[in-house]
């Protein structure tokens, strides 16, 4: 069956280090893989899309890179902040049927 | 510019009961969706609809019903509500080129229902 897994439900992290967060799949072949951001309340927030043909793609702080063979994808926060502690949810695209992970949970302390 | 408006934001109704959860997008895009989110389970994808007159089911379709006459709205009806649809309910749309153009899906705040 198809499988979206986010390791760590829950990261904690220093102000200014660099938060890595996993999103690994099986049994997808999706065309897009997104990064949304969730804050407690609220409805996701898109952050980043990456192609299938794509590795990596940039958005100021943000980084996500995108491995169809290991089926994996990471996202990078540089320098963090206390005001990126949020939920963050991967999600793969195929065919207009979007399915997400489960999401990990990041509290950035000062 | 509104975005995706969900109403009503919370709802409360009894084992039975049926409701429709409303859902309106003033961005022209032709793809719209329902997800609810359970704790620990992320979000599920319920039904969603790339164009007027056009929808399909997603991951856990049962007990659900949508109908999409306008490019606009997309409303969610629970015809026979039950405890274990209690849940917050997501909206989402995407203009169908935004993926190709690198852009994702816009979301509504949300709708928290509760079957007792």
């Known amino acids: 069956s198809q499988k979206i897994e986010q390791n760590s439900e829950a990261l904690n992290i220093q102000e200014g280090k660099t938060a890595t967060l996993t999103c690994n799949y099986t049994n997808y072949s999706p065309a897009y893989l997104q990064w949304y951001r969730q804050d407690p309340g609220r409805g996701p927030v898109f952050l980043l899309l990456?192609?299938?043909?794509?590795k990596e793609k940039r958005k100021e702080r943000l980084k996500v890179t995108f491995d169809t063979t290991l089926k994996q994808s990471l996202f990078h926060i540089t320098a963090s902040q206390p005001a990126d502690s949020a939920t963050y949810l991967c999600?793969?695209?195929?065919?207009?049927?979007?399915?997400f992970g489960a999401g990990t949970r990041l509290t950035v302390k000062p | 510019n509104a975005g995706v408006t969900q109403t009503p934001k919370f709802q409360v109704l009894k084992t039975g009961q049926s409701m429709t959860l409303q859902c309106a997008q003033d961005?022209?895009?032709?793809?719209m969706s329902w997800y609810r989110q359970d704790p620990g389970m992320g979000l599920r994808l319920i039904h969603y609809s790339v164009g007027a007159g056009i929808t399909d089911q997603g991951e856990v379709p049962n007990g659900y019903n949508v109908s999409r006459s306008t490019t606009e709205d997309f409303p969610l009806r629970l015809l026979s509500a039950a405890p274990s649809q209690t849940s917050v309910y997501f909206c989402a749309s995407s203009y169908s080129g935004n993926r190709d153009s690198g852009y994702g899906y816009t979301f509504g705040s949300g709708t928290r229902l509760t079957v007792v």
């Open positions: 990456i192609r299938e043909n794509e």
């Open positions: 961005m022209n895009h032709e793809y």
């Open positions: 999600a793969l695209d195929a065919n207009n049927d979007m399915r």
